[in-house]
């Protein structure tokens, strides 16, 4: 029997985090947020990385996409289609990046949350500063604002479901 690339119970999974993550980032007021986009949520990266934790960095990657283009999708600002792509897409498609290290979870979200990081630094840099040193500190200085608190409550939230032995539930 040939195997599907993505099984009806991984997109089923995958429908049911990307519309959490929604909720959690995009509907619940957050916690802190910036004046030009970026804010730090309620556990908003959580859903994502702990399904990319279970899945894998290829359906990790696949949910980041899908999350992006719907977050977009419900306003976001989009002055280039490149940013467009670094800022959204592309840069919730790398906490996918965290599914490399299903045997170190913490790891992974320190790693997932690094690349996406570095897309919205260097989105802030070419896009929303300038391609100097003074624009890659502004938009390091900026981008890691908010970025940091996300790190702090997810990894918390992340090692809560480890202990509680609930990442691979139900696999």
Not at 89 to 94: K, N
Not at 126 to 141: C, D, H, Q, V
Request: with cysteine.
């Amino acid at each position: 029997m040939k195997e599907r690339r993505f099984p009806t119970k991984v997109l089923t999974e995958l429908s049911v985090i990307v519309a959490l993550s929604i909720i959690l980032k995009d509907v619940l007021p957050p916690i802190y947020h910036l004046p030009q986009g970026g804010s730090i949520t309620i556990a908003g990266l959580v859903p994502l990385i702990w399904f990319t934790l279970r899945r894998g960095f290829r359906f990790g990657v696949f949910a980041g996409v899908i999350y992006g283009l719907v977050h977009m999708s419900l306003g976001g600002y989009v002055i280039n289609p490149v940013q467009g792509l670094l800022d959204y897409p592309v840069a919730f498609a790398a906490l996918g990046l965290a599914g490399f290290f299903k045997r170190y979870p913490l790891v992974g979200v320190g790693v997932g949350i690094a690349g996406r990081f570095i897309c919205s630094f260097l989105s802030g840099m070419f896009f929303f500063t300038s391609p100097t040193i003074e624009g890659a500190i502004a938009s390091a200085l900026y981008n890691g604002t908010y970025l940091v608190g996300e790190f702090i409550i997810s990894a918390i939230v992340i090692y809560i479901l480890i202990k509680r032995k609930l990442i691979d539930i139900y696999l």
